[in-house]
């Protein structure tokens, strides 16, 4: 059994199959059988598991499961304790009200690596960073909370899925590396 963590770069397609204006997994991964558990966007950055097992992808990717997934958001605006209270209760967003998750202000990571491209910065609005865990996963989910609080996200990177992190495994966009199957204990 096969499992791979990924640091997705920024324009990625989370697929093996080509993509007409974007790079996808195949640049980067040449492992064979191997197939994402869950996606990122293509403008959305960092952890990706990859695997060859059906039933360990099912149990990564399914919130059925309620496997934990952190990000951390770079928002237009200031975050404060409004925004976040509003963002860890439940939100109505039409076509499904999110579970509760964690909301939390930081500091903006010194270990990041640069954006490429870059974000949009204008200098008359502020940014701030917010770390964000959700234990489901729907379509620009993030994105969309950030929004209905008034914070428009301008960078979205995925560091956990459960106990797999970026802070544990670091890794550059870009970059890969098998990891035993007891790390997602």
């Known amino acids: 059994m096969t499992l791979i963590l990924f640091n997705k770069p920024n324009q990625v397609m989370c697929q093996f199959s080509s993509h007409p204006s974007c ?40 919130p059925d499961h309620k496997q934990s997934k952190t990000y951390i958001v770079q928002v237009e605006g200031e975050a404060d304790a409004g925004a976040l209270a509003k963002l860890r209760a439940p939100i109505n967003l039409r076509d499904f009200v999110t579970l509760p998750c964690d909301a939390k202000h930081i500091q903006s990571p010194e270990w990041l690596w640069p954006r490429n491209p870059p974000i949009r910065e204008r200098t008359n609005v502020p940014t701030s960073w917010i770390a964000i865990t959700l234990f489901e996963g729907k379509n620009r989910q993030v994105r969309r909370m950030t929004a209905a609080v008034g914070l428009p ?18 890794l550059l966009p870009g970059e890969w590396c098998a990891i035993s199957i007891d790390a997602l204990k």
């Open 153 to 170: 996200t301008l960078r979205l990177i995925r560091i956990a899925i459960g106990a797999v992190s970026l802070e544990t495994h670091p």
């Open 23 to 62: 790079e996808n997994l195949a640049h980067y991964v040449n492992v064979p059988n191997v197939y994402p558990a869950g996606r990122l966007d293509a403008d959305s950055e960092g952890l990706l598991l990859l695997t060859d097992d059906g039933r360990l992808q099912h149990n990564i990717s399914h």
